[in-house]
């Protein structure tokens, strides 16, 4: 159960994540015109004259064939990540319409995995998250929309820089954001886009692209 000391706690954090979001676009725009890389976006620190960056926590959800989706799941994947909620008024239609486009585009590369965290647990049961993605005509294990313990999905959200709020003043009572993440297979974010924006979009699937070629080509 959602408890005010955790909602306080996230709200406070919601602030610095923003942030640190606009700071990591800024980077990410500021590199444009060099050659083409993509850093580490997590939080990291010199460690005896080494970078020593975040990964994404271990987690355990459940998928919508009710297994348990983990970080061994996607253990030498890169995958993208994004928070939504079937009965989402807002965002959702357009940032799952554009999990889509990425889901088709690299559907028979077994490099890249999916995962889309349900932030409203009690609604969105492994029968219900089923009944979306025959909707959306995807599968698991390329796509797993997962739901589990509602406190963890709401902390993943941090280490992918993301909100996810219970808010019964935003639409469908949950406040989030439409961030689609890339995390290569060493758990560190390499890309950022917002899910809502086409172009963006197109902009995030050639850095998936790009990271594969340049670190991934021996293991396809």
């Keep these: 159960m959602h408890t005010p000391h955790l909602f306080f706690t996230f709200s406070k954090k919601r602030t610095m994540r923003t942030i640190l979001f606009f700071s990591l676009t800024l980077l990410i725009l500021s590199s444009c015109t060099e050659k083409k ?14 970078m020593v960056y975040e990964k994404i926590r ?19 994947k890169i995958y993208v990540s994004n928070n939504f909620f079937t009965t989402c008024p807002s965002i959702c239609p357009t940032t799952s319409l554009h999990m889509g486009r990425i889901y ?17 647990v009690r609604t969105d049961s492994v029968p219900v998250l089923k009944t979306y993605a025959n909707g959306l005509e995807i ?9 589990g313990n509602e406190e963890e999905i709401l902390a993943i959200a941090y280490d992918y ?21 890339l995390i290569d297979k060493n758990r560190h974010i390499r890309s950022i ?13 050639k850095d998936m692209e790009f990271l594969l070629k340049s670190e991934y080509s021996e293991t396809k």
Excluded: C, Y
């Design 37 to 50: 890389t993509l850093k580490i976006l997590n939080r990291g620190e010199e460690v005896n004259g080494k």
């Design 58 to 76: 271990d987690f355990s959800f459940t998928n919508q064939d009710s297994i348990e989706v983990t970080n061994k799941t996607f253990g030498g």
């Design 104 to 120: 088709d585009r690299f559907l028979n590369d077994d490099r890249v995995g999916m995962i889309s965290h349900s932030i409203d």
């Design 139 to 147: 599968e698991a294990p390329k796509w797993n929309l997962v739901t």
């Design 161 to 181: 820089f993301s909100n996810a709020l219970k808010d019964e003043t935003a639409p469908g009572g949950f406040d989030h954001d439409d961030l689609f993440v």
């Design 193 to 205: 886009a917002h899910g809502t924006d086409p172009k963006d979009v197109n902009r995030f699937m």
